[in-house]
């Protein structure tokens, strides 16, 4: 999304990305960046949550207007109501480890599969 | 509330996500996009004034897909803004399904909202279409593919300036 973001900046389309994943859209880098601290999947404001949602939107058109150079982060001010998302997202420890390994080694076999029954058609 | 943390507190999905994939066997890490440089376009004239569009990371929905179970096949696509589709198909992109849902898609693209700002005057109109683009491993195919598409869908609907959500 960031690379389709640059693009058009590049062309003269003023662009706003809105989203989570503060780390992947910084790295990448684009011009405006509204970060709200959610987990993954509701860049726009918490599910039906109108109020909240139409005031994250209002801060995208705000770095419209206000922002006067590339790499502008406006962090929103919503909190999510707790933080066990953070550490339990793709979590990998002790009770998970032999788990995570059997099925990486299960599905790199069924690609080697997949793709051995994709030459013989 | 003040207080001190060792460490952030934004997660890093690129050490997070190394880690897992790493935990599952695979040795080489994804390598994210970076950039030194970073392209900025000021808005033209007044927001009032101004076309904004949509771009989705989200699918089309594809009834019999998901009714089967399989896996939807990801394409670019332009879609109409008014009505804003009641329901994205979701279930094939990396978000975190176990802290939240996607049912209510003014949660992750904003096209009633944006329909506010435009009948309350922030901003001139809403495009007529929104845009949709697949979230693709291959960063060749989003930057030489999608991305000039997407420009040139822009330019066909007018657009002055876009938001890009991104699940």
Sequence with gaps: MSLVARHLEE???PTVVMGSARDVVEECGVARFVFTDFPLGNPCGKPWDAEMQRAIVGMGLDMLERAWMARTTVQTPFLWGNDEWRDAFMRVDDSNR????????????????AKQERLRM | MNQRRPYRSYVSYMDRSREYYAAQGYSQPYSWAHHDDVPFTPLRKPLSECRVGCVTTAGKMDAEAERQGRRKVRELYAMAANPAPARLFTADLFWDKGATHTDDVGSFLPLNHLAQYAAGGRIGSVSSRFYGVPTDYSQGKTSL???PKILEWCREDGVDAMLLSAL
């Design chain 1, 98 to 113: 032999e788990a995570l390994a059997r099925e990486g080694k299960e599905r790199r076999h069924r690609q080697v599969e």
């Design chain 1, 11 to 13: 062309n003269g389309v």
């Design chain 2, 145 to 147: 593919r999608d991305a």
